[in-house]
């Protein structure tokens, strides 16, 4: 039955893990997937965190199953975290909590919530987006569709985006990136947030918004300003939110899905039916990271810490940022690539093109995915001087 079945190419993303780890180029650089690194290039487990495991380990009297929603000390840490401490919307108890195998998983449950309870609602993605939505969506069943989001000139294209979303059929779900849009990293501004409002309350759309970046942007409550926005001035909306970055847990595979409904009643029927779909996909989710997540941001002390680690990582990036276009001037590029330092988040649209990459992959052992998006994170003071003469070799 097997000998029909054809060999497919691995993830564009995941793969580049591989390649980079392969090359032999002493001086290679990794841009590739988006996980922080330091100066040395290294991912290191937060200080936080390890103190939090530490008292884990000390405490945990159990490893029964945390039931479907996973643990009730998490989704009350995570709600007040991403929808605000003094969210209305917390007020009238009308969002919920379900902790799930990292953003991706909350992603997948939001799919085949969507294909179970709304069906026949298409969805509408950015274009470009992070490649995995492209999959997990048609993978449940749903048909995606695209907006514009970025020009010929690699910028923003808020005018094509409005445009678009004006035209989407009423009561279609609509894909937003919260804050440091993958793989752009040009975000909306509070103006542009609330024109998105306006036209998703006008054609009663459903937002769905991605938020796997929270404090990497600008800040956690900064970042969170388009959720907020939507969720106190909508009924409905769906969060899938990610601690694999902030908390840097990526291992542990630590997110969730929250669902805004109009009121109580209504979130608690929703709820019941993410219930079942969490069952069906993997009946309940792993627990250390989300212990993990409630032991920081129940001690202010831990809580203290993790904000002044992820602002370290957060002005570390942005510093980079500058740093970059600021190298490349001594070779005129400057101006072109000055889109970087205004991105933000771990990820740059460069422009440069799938050729260019290659080049830099092939002559250079700098590696990126191919449609010049950069992990600024793989940048360093120590690597600059390398990269920007790599990119201007091949431009
Ligand atoms: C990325 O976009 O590089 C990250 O979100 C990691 C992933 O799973 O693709």
């Given amino acids: 039955m097997f000998e029909k079945i054809e060999r497919v190419p691995g993830d564009a993303i995941l793969g580049l893990i591989e390649a980079f780890k392969k090359d032999t180029n002493p001086q290679k650089v990794d841009l590739g997937v988006g996980v922080y690194k330091d100066a040395q290039g290294n991912t290191p487990v937060m200080r936080a965190v390890k103190e939090a495991e530490a008292l884990l380990l000390k405490n945990e009297t159990t490893k029964t199953y945390i039931g479907s929603h996973g643990s009730p000390a998490y989704g009350e840490v995570i709600l007040p975290l991403v929808l605000g401490e003094d969210s209305p919307v917390l007020e009238a108890k009308r969002a919920s909590a379900t902790q799930s195998p990292g953003g991706t998983g909350a992603l997948r449950l939001a799919a085949d919530f969507i294909a179970n309870q709304l069906p026949g609602k298409a969805i509408w993605v950015s274009d470009p987006t992070w490649p995995n939505h492209l999959g997990i969506f048609p993978a449940a069943g ?29 009561g279609d779900v609509v894909l937003l990136h919260a804050c440091c849009h ?138 980079l940022r500058r740093d970059f276009v600021e190298a490349l001037k001594p070779y005129g590029l400057d101006q072109k690539y000055a889109c970087v330092a205004d991105q933000r988040g771990m990820f740059s649209y460069t422009g440069l093109t799938p050729e260019q990459v290659d080049r830099l992959r092939d002559e250079f052992g700098i590696y990126m995915v191919r449609s010049g998006r950069a992990n600024v994170a793989g940048f360093s003071h120590e690597n600059l001087p390398y990269l920007t003469q790599a990119i201007a070799a091949v431009n």
């Fill in 182 to 319: 993958n793989p752009t990293g040009f975000d909306l501004s509070r103006e542009q947030w609330q024109q998105v409002l306006d036209v998703v309350k006008a054609r009663n759309l459903l937002p769905l918004i991605d938020f796997a970046y929270q404090g990497f942007g600008e800040g956690l409550d900064e970042d969170a300003y388009g959720v907020r926005l939507m969720a106190e001035n909508l009924n409905e909306v769906i969060i899938t939110s990610s601690c694999s970055k902030n908390f840097g847990i990526y291992c542990e595979r630590t997110g969730c899905l929250i669902m805004v409904a109009k009121d109580n009643e209504q979130m608690e029927n929703v709820r019941s039916q993410i219930a079942i779909v969490a069952r069906e996909n993997y009946s309940n989710p792993p627990a250390h990271g989300g212990a993990i997540v409630s032991e920081i941001l129940q001690s202010a002390e831990l809580a203290a810490l993790w904000r002044e680690e992820l602002t370290e990582m957060r002005d570390r990036i942005n510093t």
């Fill in 142 to 170: 749903l048909t995606l569709n695209k907006y514009p989001y970025v020009d010929a000139e690699n910028r923003l294209d808020f005018d094509g985006m409005l445009a678009a979303l004006k035209e989407i059929p009423e």
